[in-house]
């Protein structure tokens, strides 16, 4: 066991090792590895989900980091589709090209690229596009569609490899994929190797704070390493010889915030927005032991609040489905202790996803069509990052008397008579 999975000693972005313990979740299976017929139904091994944070740099971290290999080996993980990414992810090209002034011989580079749908809106707006990405399986499928990537992590020895074929990049770029990278310092010196002096570098991660404040426990799990504020984010990225140069927050998964840094000696004019964020971080407590004592007390509340209500439902005889099978789904139900007894099915338009079953509470994922000749009496809401628009497409489910739980940040019903 040790040498898939250890203790980390130090703090992954300052260096200390002075940590306060959060909240434990005990040992659970991993959440986004969803077996399928060819896995074995015996025993999934059991990781400690162990959450710390850093006193020094307040960086919060799982305790434990796990082999790569055996929490990636099976990546099943497809971006979003839903309209709401795709509006966001316009919304972001239009303002890196407006940022940046990007221009058709630029370089945009996108690390964790996933199957290359957001460098196809790059490319629409201009620029040449180089995507990188661990998952074969991914990469393959960005390839396929035109987007040129390359199968691997993004490192030192690939920034400059890509430097060294395809020149300098003007916008090196990372959404939603910093907190999965156990050595970020890798990352950075990916960049460090790839930006032009001109450049900026972006990343979009789920802002700690929304974390903490909505009670988000289900957004831990093993394959995020890091929970990032602004504030460790400067830490992390001084260290690198970048300097934070705008910051803005995003309503995506929860609550998300968009960094842009740049080459410190760049000497880029550095946005208000920066200062009034980390004023505003450490208003709220980001720095003080009691967030984190307060966070863990919330949890435990929460968690036995969820397993109540949908206990008690089941025990009156009515019927519960997941709504979405993502990996915190599977984490929530994990940390609440629901499996198949109270869940019969978890509903999921990723195809990639259907007819597998989630790790751990062994629910089954069918697709929506599969599920609609079993409409449940409630669905509980995993997805709950895109409560509005789920809401708004399941009018029918609703009048038709259906319910929704939406388990954080505090479990509520919302019926057909309930607005959101
Ligand atoms: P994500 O939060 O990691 O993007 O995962 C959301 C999951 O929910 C993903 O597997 C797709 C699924 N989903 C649905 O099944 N129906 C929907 O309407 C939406 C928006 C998402
Ligand atoms: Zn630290």
């Excluded at 602004?230 to 992390?236: A, D, F, I, K, N």
Aim: charged share 20%.
């Amino acid at each position: 066991m040790q040498d898939i999975v250890w203790p980390i000693d130090e703090c992954r972005v300052c260096g200390h090792d002075d940590w306060l313990d959060v909240v434990s979740f005990g040992s659970t299976p991993l959440a986004g590895n969803l077996l399928g017929d060819e896995d074995d139904a015996g025993g999934e091994t059991l990781f400690p989900l162990d959450v710390v944070v850093c006193r020094r740099c307040w960086l919060m971290t799982l305790r434990h980091v796990i082999e790569p290999d055996v929490l990636f080996g099976h990546y099943r993980y497809v971006a979003s589709d839903a309209g709401s990414i795709i509006q966001h992810m316009r919304k972001l090209v239009d303002l890196c090209v407006e940022r940046i002034g990007l221009t058709d011989g630029d370089l945009v580079v996108e690390f964790g690229s996933n199957t290359g749908a957001h460098l196809e809106l790059f490319r629409q707006a201009g620029p040449r596009v180089v995507g990188v990405d661990p998952a074969r399986n991914l990469a393959g499928v960005a390839n396929d569609r035109g987007v040129e990537t390359i199968p691997a992590g993004f490192t030192a020895e690939v920034g400059q490899e890509i430097a060294t074929r395809y020149g300098l990049a003007r916008l090196v770029y990372g959404r939603q994929c910093f907190a999965h990278i156990p050595d970020i310092h890798e990352v950075l010196n990916g960049v460090s190797a790839l930006l032009a002096p001109d450049g900026l570098f972006f990343v979009e991660v789920p802002y700690l704070v929304e974390l903490l404040k909505n009670n988000q426990f289900d957004t831990i799990f093993h394959e995020h390493f890091s929970y990032f504020s602004l504030g460790s984010l400067c830490t992390l990225f001084e260290s690198h010889g970048l300097r934070v140069v705008d910051v803005h927050t995003a309503d995506v998964h929860g609550g998300s915030i968009v960094v842009f840094a740049a080459p410190a000696a760049a000497d880029h004019e550095v946005r208000p927005a920066v200062a009034e964020m980390l004023a505003e971080e450490r208003s709220q407590g980001i720095a003080e032991e009691r967030t984190y004592r307060e966070f863990a007390d919330r949890t435990e509340r929460v968690r036995a609040q969820i397993r109540e209500l949908v206990r008690g439902v089941v025990a009156d005889g009515k019927t519960v489905a997941g709504y979405g099978a993502p990996t915190k789904g599977s984490a929530l139900l994990a940390a609440c202790g629901l499996g198949h007894q109270e869940i019969r099915f978890c509903s999921d338009t990723t195809v990639l996803k259907q007819g597998r079953i989630l790790p751990g509470s062994r629910i089954p994922i069918w697709s929506p069509e599969q599920a609609a000749g079993h409409v449940p009496d409630y669905y509980l809401l995993l997805a709950w990052n895109y409560a509005p628009e789920i809401i708004d497409n399941e009018k029918e489910f609703l009048e038709n008397g259906g319910r929704f739980i939406v388990p954080i940040p505090e479990p509520r019903v919302i019926s057909a008579e309930s607005t959101l």
